[in-house]
């Protein structure tokens, strides 16, 4: 009897021993494929950290710029904007209204193919002026149809606060009584021919304005004359003109 029950005690530690070398062993294999799994998983990590902090490819619709932009002249600011590496905030002369403007919004003619070309989006650089009367130019593209469109750039922003919004606007400069003025016209639909001046400052802001031209709605030949809501005299109206765009 008791050899009996030394024979099952004995069984029974050999069973027992031999679950737990098995389940440590099972535990030891899944732990290793956990630590592999988990480096892997770190190593890829890794991989994509280095590939998007190094990567010197831009993301789709932007141009690498190699200099800091606040860093630009500028002569550089006006440049990137050309070419289509920055934007611009563009200002209605009508009203507060204000967009982005990058490069599609003209055309270069050397630069586009000849089937595209759009005689109201064409433009051609000017020689700088100090449009806004601070000591400093400003940049202008020239489209034919439209005029000028004006352009300030520093302090790593261009900004176009001037340009041609249609025929009944388009817009020129003109240098008149000591300072530059930004003029829109409207001189090619019958009743009217009338001109809007105002003058900046080197915040862009408006700081003074004249207004003048001529009537004839009924097209009887005979037109009225003013200056801002002052009806005047065909003479004056002839003088003033010659002051503005003549008189330099």
């Known amino acids: 009897m008791r050899r009996k029950q030394k024979r099952i005690i004995s069984i029974t530690t050999i069973i027992v021993a031999i679950l737990l070398i098995t389940?440590?062993?099972?535990?030891?294999?899944?732990?290793?494929?956990?630590?592999?799994?988990?480096?892997?998983?770190?190593?890829?990590q890794v991989k994509q950290d280095v590939t998007l902090k190094d990567s010197e490819?831009?993301?789709?619709?932007?141009?690498?710029?190699?200099?800091?932009i606040a860093e630009m002249s500028p002569e550089e600011l006006f440049q990137a904007f050309c070419d289509g590496k920055?934007?611009?905030?563009?200002?209605?002369?009508?009203?507060?209204?204000?967009?982005?403007?990058?490069?599609?919004?003209?055309?270069?003619?050397?630069?586009t193919l000849e089937?595209?070309?759009?005689?109201?989006?064409?433009?051609?650089?000017?020689?700088?002026?100090?449009?806004?009367?601070?000591g400093e130019v400003e940049f202008i593209l020239q489209n034919p149809v439209y005029g000028d469109m004006c352009f300030d750039c520093k302090d790593g922003k261009v900004v176009c606060f001037s340009q041609g919004e249609g025929?009944?606007?388009?817009?020129?400069?003109?240098?008149?009584?000591?300072?530059y003025w930004i003029v829109h016209s409207d001189t090619t639909h019958g009743g009217r021919c009338t001109y809007e001046l105002s003058k900046f400052n080197g915040d862009l802001e408006v700081t003074d304005s004249l207004k003048f031209g001529w009537?004839?709605?009924?097209?009887?030949?005979?037109?009225?004359?003013?200056?801002?809501?002052?009806?005047?005299?065909?003479?004056?109206?002839?003088?003033?003109?010659?002051?503005?765009f003549e008189e330099k």
């Open 23 to 44: 389940g440590y062993g099972v535990w030891f294999f899944m732990q290793s494929n956990n630590v592999d799994d988990n480096t892997e998983i770190a190593q890829n």
């Open 57 to 68: 490819v831009p993301m789709a619709g932007e141009e690498k710029i190699d200099t800091d």
């Open 86 to 111: 920055i934007k611009a905030e563009a200002r209605s002369y009508y009203d507060n209204t204000t967009w982005t403007m990058d490069n599609t919004y003209f055309q270069f003619e050397d630069s």
């Open 115 to 134: 089937e595209e070309l759009d005689v109201t989006m064409l433009v051609e650089k000017m020689e700088p002026v100090d449009l806004d009367n601070d």
């Open 167 to 179: 025929t009944a606007a388009m817009c020129s400069y003109t240098k008149y009584d000591g300072a």
């Open 215 to 244: 009537e004839d709605w009924e097209d009887t030949g005979v037109k009225s004359y003013y200056k801002d809501d002052n009806e005047i005299s065909e003479t004056e109206y002839e003088e003033l003109y010659k002051k503005v």
